[in-house]
Every structure is written in structure tokens, then in C-alpha cells.
């Protein structure tokens, strides 16, 4: 699928290095690097959707919509500004990102007196302040970057380069939250009863945050902001029936990854030879989920 299309045969000749070189450098310089791109955010957003969700006790909470991807797109829009690249564009995307989840957290009533609807508000006004904050540098950048900004913000995967060790950060994460797996259980149980059954409650928050705001970071540095893969693959996953986060995790990171592939996929082939930002297909896949879930949960809190 693509502007050039491919054979599934001249596909295999290609990553097995054979038939004619056009082939090989559309497959392994273009096609291949784009979806190990796509497959690696979507996986770093699931990953920081399931983190956020234990983390904030929050069914709903998701990088986007709690204003993460807001903080670290602000930090790595303006390093864009301020012409700088690579590690540096991540590391201002990282602090963006951590600024904004303590900042919701806090808000949302800190360590004792957090609930579940107040941190989605806080999060929701958090995002609009970082959206006005990316207004307003938009404002003020040079008119002709101001087009490829706008198209890097709603979600842009044609910066993937050829194959390259970045996917060894999404397994890094995977490694650490993995690691952190029987912990998350106890924390569903409670912070109290979790701390009784040994679990380091103070520890383990703090990597949550760490680990949420570096994966939210990285994917948004690498592809602009893309919205609710966080929020709405943990709930499918959690739907076939997995709850146990130890293998979550991996099966929410699976999916995740598979379903921006997805995404970019139609972006790139709905309106050929236009082409949709990643970001706006998730939105709408993403948006009637997220406002069922949202009813959903405000039912269940009603009083019968």
C-alpha cells in the first residue's frame, strides 16, 4: 500500500536483499523505517497510558488527555525553535512531559486527596494551557516553518529515518514497567493495603512518574502529538479480559504499536496522493471510545 505499490513477492525480494535496487531502498530506506516509527510510539503511548491509569487511579486518563503530550510538545516545540535537534529536542519534551504530570496531580488534589473526576478536569484545563502555549509559539515562528510545525504537532511519521537503535528505548521501558508489574496489582487494591503487602508505594510512584513522562516524552519528539492510543488501547486490552499487568503491559504495547502502523497506513492511502497526519486518524477512532468511556463511568458512579 503506498503512492508505489508493491508486490507481496517483490516485498520478500526486497528485505531479503534481492531483485532490482528501486525495491530495496523504497522497502528498507522509506517503508520499513516509517513503520518500526509508528510501531515504536504507539507502543511508548500505550506503555504511558497504562502507567497513567495505575498511577492516577484513573480509568480515563491517557497522556493526551491529562495534558502530557501538551507539556512535552511544548518543550520539544520550542527546542525546535531555538534550532536544536536530536537528544536535546528529547530531554525539553521529557521535562514538558514531567512538568505536566506532577502539575495534574498536584492539582488534582495530591498523594491523599486525589478523585478520579477532579484529576480528568485538571487535566483537561492543563492541556488547554499547554495548547495555548503552542499558540502562541506558532505566533512567533518563522511563517515558513509555521505549515511543517502545525503538520509535526497533529502527528507526522515522515521523519522516520533509516532503521536505527530507537526501538531499544520502547524495550528499555517495556523492561522496567515489566519489572514493576506485580507492584502495579497491589497499587489497584489500594495505596494502604498495597503498602501492607510489602509493595514500596513512594519508590514506585516516583518511577511511574519517570517512566510516563520518558516514554510520553520520546514519542512525542519523534512524531508530534498523537491522541488517545493511550486511553483507548489499555481499555480493549483490558476488555479481551487480561488484567494482570504483567502481561498488560506487553499485550497493551503489542497493540498500541500495531495500531498506529494501522493508523498511519490509512493516513497515508485514504486521500492518496494527500496525506492524513497520524494524529487526526487516532482522533477519529479515539474520540467516540473516549466519550463512551466517559459515560460509561459517569453511570457507574451514579447512586442507584
Known amino acids: 500500500m503506498g503512492s508505489v505499490g508493491l508486490s507481496p ?3 520478500l525480494d526486497a528485505l531479503l536483499g534481492q531483485g532490482p535496487d528501486w525495491p530495496r531502498t523504497l522497502v528498507w530506506e522509506l517503508r520499513l523505517p516509517r513503520a518500526l516509527l509508528a510501531f515504536q510510539v504507539g507502543g ?5 497510558g497504562v502507567l497513567m491509569q495505575v498511577l492516577l487511579r484513573n480509568p480515563l486518563a491517557d497522556p493526551y488527555v491529562l495534558g502530557t503530550s501538551g507539556g512535552a510538545a511544548v518543550g520539544a516545540l520550542g527546542a525546535l525553535l531555538l534550532g536544536l535537534s536530536g537528544l536535546a529536542v528529547q530531554t525539553l519534551a521529557f521535562v514538558g512531559a514531567l512538568l505536566s504530570t506532577v502539575l495534574v496531580f498536584q492539582l488534582g488534589g495530591g498523594l491523599k486527596r486525589w478523585h478520579s473526576h477532579r484529576l480528568l478536569l485538571t487535566g483537561i484545563v492543563v492541556a488547554a494551557g ?6 502562541f509559539l506558532l505566533t512567533i515562528a518563522p511563517a515558513e516553518r509555521v505549515h511543517g510545525l502545525l503538520f509535526w504537532l497533529m502527528g507526522d511519521l515522515n521523519t522516520a529515518a533509516p532503521i536505527r537503535l530507537g526501538g531499544l528505548w520502547l524495550l528499555l521501558l517495556l523492561g522496567v514497567a515489566l519489572g514493576l508489574g506485580r507492584t502495579l496489582n497491589l497499587l489497584l487494591l ?23 513522562a520518558l516514554a510520553t516524552a520520546l514519542a512525542v519528539s519523534q512524531a508530534g502529538s498523537i ?24 499485550a497493551a504495547v503489542l497493540a498500541g504499536g500495531s495500531l498506529l502502523v494501522l493508523a498511519d497506513t490509512l493516513g497515508r492511502t485514504l486521500l492518496a496522493p494527500q496525506q492524513l497526519p497520524v494524529g487526526v486518524v487516532t482522533a477519529f477512532l479515539g474520540v467516540p471510545l473516549f466519550l463512551y468511556l466517559l459515560t460509561r463511568q459517569a453511570r457507574a458512579t451514579e447512586p442507584a
Open 190 to 212: 489500594g495505596q494502604s493495603t498495597a503498602a501492607t503487602l510489602g509493595a514500596p508505594i513512594g519508590r514506585t510512584l516516583v518511577l511511574l512518574y519517570v517512566l510516563a
Open 9 to 11: 513477492a517483490a516485498i
Open 130 to 135: 499547554w495548547g495555548a502555549i503552542i499558540t
Open 44 to 48: 511508548l503511548l500505550a506503555l504511558a
Open 227 to 250: 491522541g488517545f492510543v493511550g486511553l483507548v488501547i489499555p481499555h480493549l486490552i483490558r476488555l479481551l479480559g487480561i488484567r494482570d499487568h504483567r502481561f498488560l503491559i506487553p
